[in-house]
T-cell receptor, first 111, second 114 residues
Framework: KQEVTQIPAALSVPEGENLVLNCSFTDSAIYNLQWFRQDPGKGLTSLLL?????REQTSGRLNASLDKSSGRSTLYIAASQPGDSATYLCAVTGGDDKIIFGKGTRLHILP | DTAVSQTPKYLVTQMGNDKSIKCEQNLGHDTMYWYKQDSKKFLKIMFSYNNKELIINETVPNRFSPKSPDKAHLNLHINSLELGDSAVYFC?????????????FGSGTRLTVV
């Protein structure tokens, strides 16, 4: 049974710092891994989608990597801003089209 | 705007009532889903439909019944609401299966049963 773990559960960093959020999954037989952002009381915004054959994806200040064999992904945020404060969710999809989510990392950027 | 839209955004109701949540997507996707986010913020799939056909039906009480009148709509009807049904319900869509193209989520419906 696929399990997704995100560490740390919460993180506070000063504005301007680079940071890394970690995600691990137990079953490497995934089709893709997707990073989402969730703001309080809001929906999920897709940030990056990495197919199982890919190693990384980049969008602006965000870079996500995928090491399928070791069951790990990282989300790198460069030059953090207060607007980056949110909960970041890692999610993997297998052949059954079910998304398995981690419990998220609650990120707070200190002005 | 192209999006996944859910209504209502908030729903407060008494135990025992029957309520519906509506979802519409104008992305031209074939597959739609319902996910539940519990009080601990854990998201879990409930149902998926592909072009009006039920594909995924997780272990969900029979009081929950999805209905898809067409591939752009997936509604969730809940009978005899219980306190434990309080959660945020998210609708999502994808092109035929999200395995290759990922998923687009709605903004959620916060259901509170009192």
């Amino acid at each position: 049974k696929q399990e997704v773990t995100q560490i740390p559960a919460a993180l506070s960093v000063p504005e301007g710092e680079n940071l890394v959020l970690n995600c691990s999954f137990t079953d490497s037989a995934i089709y893709n891994l997707q990073w989402f952002r969730q703001d309080p009381g809001k929906g999920l915004t897709s940030l990056l989608l990495i197919q199982s054959s890919q190693r990384e994806q980049t969008s602006g200040r965000l870079n996500a990597s995928l090491d399928k064999s070791s069951g790990r992904s990282t989300l790198y945020i460069a030059a953090s801003q207060p607007g980056d404060s949110a909960t970041y969710l890692c999610a993997v999809t297998g052949g059954d089209d079910k998304i398995i989510f981690g419990k998220g990392t609650r990120l707070h950027i200190l002005p | 705007d192209t999006a996944v839209s859910q209504t209502p955004k908030y729903l407060v109701t008494q135990m025992g009532n029957d309520k519906s949540i509506k979802c519409e997507q104008n992305l031209g996707h074939d597959t739609m889903y319902w996910y539940k986010q519990d009080s601990k913020k854990f998201l879990k799939i409930m149902f998926s439909y592909n072009n009006k056909e039920l594909i995924i039906n997780e272990t969900v009480p029979n009081r929950f019944s999805p209905k898809s009148p067409d591939k752009a709509h997936l509604n969730l009807h809940i009978n005899s609401l219980e306190l434990g049904d309080s959660a945020v319900y998210f609708c999502a869509s994808s092109p035929y299966g999200g395995a290759n193209y990922g998923y687009t989520f709605g903004s959620g419906t916060r259901l509170t049963v009192v």
